[in-house]
């Protein structure tokens, strides 16, 4: 079935560790996107990639780092976890960045960070 | 700033109509959306404006105003399953989608 796969589905993390959470797509998009989701908040955006083999910042990227080697992988890195980084983590594709294509959605990887 | 405001939370009948406002102020404009996220899950896309007016989708219709910054989205007939929360979206004038944070809608049977 042709869709956006996140892992993993949740994960329990010591502050200080190291962490990727993995987003694939097979549906050839060339946007890709990594937001997390806080109670009260609307989707914030952490990266972006336009395309393969590029990367932007979002308007949270501090303690996050992305890579876009292929365009179906766009993982995300938190080098060292820190608790504020506790939050629900979508991953999203959508044809282009610049057209009127909606996005799609990963089902979401919640991490909590004590 | 850029800006998107959504009423935090409605509550409607089931059977009724509902109307979900969004105002939004941002750096441009290349389009609106409004997608449905039920509790737990991912947001999935419900609908698309860019020119003025009414857009209909079965039971969910959304409308624009750019001149006045104002989206609706109208659910009609509404059933249980359609309690979730509504996210509003604008793309900016980089094609950045700004967020509101959402509208947590109760049916009532």
């Known amino acids: 079935i042709a869709g956006i796969t996140q892992a993993p589905t949740s994960q329990i993390l010591a502050a200080g560790r190291r962490m990727t959470l993995r987003c694939t797509q097979d549906?050839?998009?060339?946007?890709m996107y990594w937001y997390r989701q806080d109670l009260g908040l609307g989707l914030r955006l952490i990266h972006y990639?336009?395309?393969?083999?590029?990367?932007g910042k979002g308007e949270v990227p501090d303690g996050y780092s992305v890579s876009r080697a292929n365009t179906d992988d766009f993982p995300l890195t938190l080098a060292s976890a820190v608790p504020s980084q506790t939050s629900v983590y979508f991953c999203?594709?959508?044809?282009?960045?610049?057209?009127?294509?909606?996005?799609?959605f990963g089902n979401g990887t919640r991490l909590t960070v004590t | 700033g850029q800006n998107i405001d959504q009423p935090t939370e409605m509550t409607a009948t089931e059977g009724a109509i509902v109307q979900i406002n969004c105002t939004y102020q941002?750096?441009?404009?290349?389009?609106l959306f409004w997608y449905q996220q039920h509790a737990g899950e991912a947001p999935t896309f419900l609908s698309y404006n860019v020119l003025d007016g009414l857009e209909e989708k079965g039971r969910f219709s959304s409308f624009l105003s750019r001149s006045k910054g104002y989206s609706y989205l109208l659910l009609k007939e509404l059933q249980m399953k359609d309690s979730a929360s509504y996210l509003c979206?604008?793309?900016?004038?980089?094609?950045?989608?700004?967020w509101g944070a959402g509208t947590k809608l109760i049916i009532k049977p």
């Open positions: 979206a604008v793309k900016d004038s980089n094609y950045q989608l700004i």
């Open positions: 941002t750096s441009g404009f290349n389009g």
């Open positions: 990639s336009n395309t393969a083999g590029t990367t």
């Open positions: 549906m050839r998009h060339n946007a």
């Open positions: 999203a594709s959508s044809v282009e960045a610049s057209d009127n294509s909606p996005l799609h």
